[in-house]
C-alpha cells in the first residue's frame, strides 16, 4: 500500500509564492511517475505537472513558467514551487503516484487559495 501525505497549501495573495510537498510511503518502483493535480470547484480534476524519477517534468500550459516540480528520490517526495499566483490557481491540489508495477495512488488533497 502507498500513501502520499501533501503539505503546504494556504491562503495567498496574487502574485505570491507557495511550495507545496509530498511524502510518499510503501513500495515504488524505480519507473514511477510522480505528479500534481488540481481541482477547482465545479471543474474536472486536472493535471498541474508531472515528472519521472529521471526529473524529466511536464507541464500544464497555464502554469508554465510559473510552477516547477521537483524531486528528492532519496526522500521520496515531491515538491511543487509554485511563483506568481493568480486567482484561477485556487484549487484543491493532488499528489498522484503514477506506478506501473504498484498502482495508482491519491494524496488526499491541500488547499490553496489566491485572493485579496
Known amino acids: 500500500q502507498v500513501q502520499l501525505v501533501e503539505s503546504g497549501g494556504g491562503l495567498v495573495q496574487p502574485g505570491e509564492s507557495l511550495r507545496l510537498s509530498c511524502a510518499t510511503s510503501g513500495r515504488v518502483s524505480r519507473i514511477n511517475v510522480m505528479g500534481w493535480y488540481r481541482q477547482a470547484p465545479g471543474k474536472e480534476r486536472d493535471l498541474v505537472a508531472s515528472?519521472?524519477?529521471?526529473?524529466?517534468?511536464n507541464y500544464a500550459d497555464s502554469v508554465k513558467g510559473r510552477f516547477t516540480i521537483s524531486r528528492d528520490n532519496a526522500k521520496s517526495t515531491v515538491y511543487l514551487q509554485m511563483n506568481s499566483l493568480k486567482p484561477e490557481d485556487t484549487a484543491v491540489y493532488y499528489c498522484n503516484n503514477k506506478d506501473p508495477i504498484y498502482g495508482n495512488y491519491w494524496g488526499n488533497g491541500t488547499l490553496v487559495t489566491v485572493s485579496s
Open positions: 515528472i519521472t524519477r529521471w526529473g524529466n517534468a
